[in-house]
């Protein structure tokens, strides 16, 4: 059966940090020179963070 190889430069990092695995990433976000890699779920969990930390962003600001 194949197999998906990830590589650890493109896997989720929170998934690595907390539990050292492999998840796929499907996106990835930079800043301050560092990029950080994330999966679905830690994503979602990422946006919920932000809007959190930064509100909703206003949809018209004229
Ligand atoms: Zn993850």
Redesign the pocket.
Known sequence: MARAVITIDDA?D??WTKSKTA?ESIMDIELDGKTWF??A??EKALARELVKMLGDPGEDKS
């Open positions: 989720c929170p998934c998840t994330f999966c779920e830690h």
